[in-house]
């Protein structure tokens, strides 16, 4: 059974630095086909893709945010890690962590986030 | 890609909810739906235009023509009342594209 849990912090300061812990479980997050992600949700508004790892250590990151974000793997431990740096308010939002699926055609392939965790709320205020 | 989706809907139950997402050249990649529900992490029910992942009722169901993908829920009940966000991949970037979403209220 895929299971994705986060953890970290509930209440931040401006200026910041966030950290975030998907623990996962039912599957590994080894070899290049195997990808763990994050999608963050403001309160009341549409989901935005973060960033993306995979199993074998590519790093992707939502062109907008890239200059504060860092995600790194533990594969030992069945861990994706998310760092922001700097936040601000406009950071406030449930972060969810996600396992990417493919499916692949003759020319191409298409991903899709099939395990979902349950998402934990970050609030960025003075 | 850019993702248009309405961004709301009211159905009464019993009847059919069909929604959609438009985004330029959708119709050379996989469209996938997600539902989510108040207050809870959205959950997969479309996949690659139109397969269902287990668990997922046959009474929703994906399709799509040319640049428009549809997802079809059939014999609506209060309990699909939710938020319905569509998405593709762009496989040039390498990154997800995700929609608005459309919020669905079963009357």
């Known amino acids: 059974q895929v299971t994705l849990k986060e953890s970290g912090p509930a209440l931040m300061s401006p200026t910041q630095t966030l950290t975030l812990t998907c623990t996962f479980a039912?599957?590994?997050?080894?070899?290049?086909?195997?990808?763990v992600g994050w999608i963050r949700q403001p309160p009341g508004k549409a989901l935005e893709w973060v960033a993306r790892i995979d199993g074998d250590d590519e790093k992707f990151y939502n062109t907008s945010l890239k200059t504060r974000l860092t995600i790194s793997k533990d594969t030992s431990r069945n861990q994706v890690a998310l760092t922001m740096t700097d936040v601000d308010p406009g950071d406030t939002a449930f972060y969810y962590c996600?396992?990417?699926?493919?499916?692949?055609?003759?020319?191409?392939?298409?991903?899709?986030?099939?395990?979902w965790g349950l998402g934990t709320l970050v609030t960025v205020s003075s | 890609y850019e993702l248009t989706q309405p961004p709301s809907m009211s159905v009464a139950p019993g009847q059919t909810a069909r929604m959609t997402c438009e985004g330029n050249n959708i119709r050379r990649t996989g469209v996938h739906w997600y539902q989510q529900k108040p207050g809870q992490a959205p959950v997969l029910v479309v996949y690659d235009d139109s397969d269902r992942p287990s668990g997922i009722p046959e009474r929703i169901s994906g399709s799509k023509s040319g640049n428009t993908a549809t997802l079809t829920i059939s014999r609506v009940e209060v309990g699909d009342e939710a938020d319905y966000f569509c998405q593709v991949w762009d496989s040039i970037s390498d990154h997800p594209a995700l929609g608005a979403g459309t919020r669905v209220t079963v009357l």
């Open positions: 039912g599957f590994s997050l080894s070899g290049p086909t195997m990808r």
């Open positions: 996600v396992r990417i699926k493919g499916v692949c055609g003759s020319i191409t392939c298409t991903y899709y986030f099939d395990h």
